[in-house]
């Protein structure tokens, strides 16, 4: 059973409190430019990482309530190489684990607990 564990992992980080997933956790993500596609997911306090379908890593932070930055890390990343950073996401209204920029960039994170 697929289900959101975002939400709590937001509700979490915004109290003080720490979620950590030692592995990824089996989901879906689904990302502007990429059909729906399985994913590992790995929740640390405020923010999630994932493997995007072309070896490259999407990390999201949550930066304040209701608002957040995501970087693209490139597949061949080195020490010292800056990721693609965006910035101002907001959670979709309506759409739990979702989370855009304006029409431009939207992602979204459901996994299976």
Do not use: H, S
Request: hydrophobic share 45%; glycine share 14%; aromatic share 10%.
């Amino acid at each position: 059973m697929k289900r959101m564990i975002w939400a709590a992992a937001v509700m979490v980080a915004a109290t003080g409190g720490m979620v950590t997933l030692a592995a990824g956790a089996p989901g879906q993500c689904t990302v502007t430019g990429y059909d729906t596609f399985d994913c590992d997911v790995a929740l640390d306090g405020g923010g999630l990482t994932f493997a995007l379908p072309d070896g490259k890593t999407f990390a999201f932070t949550l930066v304040e309530e209701g608002v957040g930055t995501a970087f693209l890390i490139a597949a061949d990343a080195g020490p010292g190489q800056v990721p693609d950073e965006l910035r101002d996401f907001r959670a979709v209204d309506g759409r739990p684990g979702c989370w855009a920029r304006g029409d431009e960039f939207e992602f979204c994170v459901l996994v299976e607990q």
